[in-house]
């Protein structure tokens, strides 16, 4: 915590703790808008009358509005949220729990960001933000080759880049692997194209299927075109990936009953990259894809995980296991508070 916080709260505690309170509940009405006081209370597990004091003051201030379908920010209070986040999150001090994850993970950095992804889609946006700011921080001058997994994480956090990160910038943006199966909103392709658009890059596709044997994979990765693409891939500065659940990535993914039943015979847990782990991180089952291997992120300068959600709280303790030392991961509260829980996730 900042010097002159700290000064602040040695004399007044109960000031930082009331700041901190009003500002999660204006955070919470910005996820949730339009919300009832009912649900709102329920949600913040205080009563209807506590939380009627605060949301009459955020409307006397013009923070806040009323209306049949519930409460909502002002063009007022939407941008004090967001110029308060960054002072929030120095008030809220993960430091410690943040250390504590990356020591367990043995990676380089965990960014703990307040709220569960699962719930609340404007956790997606915080770590859209970090996301942005950490490559702002990492990218030096110049061209850089970032390589980007595809998924529903992935593409939300896609929309939060900025053009401020092009600033001095070569970006290209490529996807870390091939894939034309899934939707096509949360294709590798279609994020790619969303990060370089937002924040004033390039992007290169990579069009071959999602899923391939073997036999077919060795003709392909002659293709001219394809061999351009996965050079640049190979010479990627940043990795940009999600960690799946293996259940959730094997329907998604439209595999077989038997390749299900297999997933649950070995006990997968999570799916990175196209290998399916268990809960101690060992590969248990294998999806032939052209592009980066779990094995090929311990030759790249920044590698960036982002997950969140209790759910997902397992995927992330088994890719862990096996996630190269220069990793930052950015999750949320509510999956580090479940990791924490059990140590033997």
């Known amino acids: 915590m900042d010097t002159d916080l700290k000064l602040i709260e040695s004399i007044a505690p109960d000031f930082l703790q009331t700041v901190q309170w009003r500002y999660r509940i ?59 986040s960054e002072l929030m999150n120095r008030l809220r001090d993960t430091s410690a729990i943040s250390e504590q994850l ?15 992804s699962e719930q609340y889609h404007g956790v997606l946006d915080l770590m859209g933000h970090q996301l942005n700011n950490l490559l702002a921080s990492l990218l030096p001058g110049g061209r850089s080759i970032i390589a980007v997994m595809g998924g529903t994480t992935m593409a939300a956090v896609s929309e939060s880049l900025s053009p401020d990160l092009s600033a001095e ?3 290209l943006f490529v996807p870390a692997r091939g894939g034309l199966g899934e939707t096509m909103a949360i294709q590798a392709n279609t994020v790619c194209a969303e990060m370089a658009t937002r924040s004033g890059g390039r992007y290169r596709n990579l069009y071959v299927p999602e899923e391939l044997s073997a036999k077919s994979v060795a003709p392909l990765l002659q293709e001219p075109v394809v061999k351009s693409v996965l050079d640049l891939i190979n010479h990627a500065d940043v990795v ?71 759910k997902k709280a397992a995927a992330i303790a088994a890719y862990m296991k096996v996630a190269p030392q220069q990793t930052v991961l950015i999750t949320d509260e509510a999956a580090s508070e479940m990791i924490l829980r059990d140590k033997n996730l």
Do not use: C
Not at 252 to 276: K, S, Y
């Open 26 to 84: 204006l955070q919470r009405i910005s996820w949730m808008q339009p919300v009832g006081r009912r649900i709102l209370a329920a949600d913040l597990g205080t009563s209807e009358r506590a939380l009627r004091r605060e949301t009459d003051l955020f409307r006397n201030s013009g923070l806040l509005d009323s209306s049949k379908s519930g409460m909502s920010l002002t063009a007022k209070g939407s941008k004090l949220v967001q110029q308060l």
């Open 102 to 116: 990356a020591s367990l993970f043995g990676i380089s950095r965990v960014v703990i960001l307040p709220g569960n």
């Open 169 to 171: 910038r070569n970006l």
């Open 240 to 310: 940009i990936h999600s960690i799946g659940r293996a259940k959730t990535m094997a329907n998604r993914r439209n595999m077989t009953t038997a390749e299900i039943n297999l997933l649950a015979q070995r006990q997968a847990v999570a799916e990175a990259f196209g290998d399916f782990l268990d809960a101690q991180g060992q590969v248990v089952y294998k999806v032939p894809k052209i592009g980066l291997q779990i094995s090929d992120l311990n030759d790249i300068s920044h590698v960036i995980a982002i997950a969140g959600g209790p």
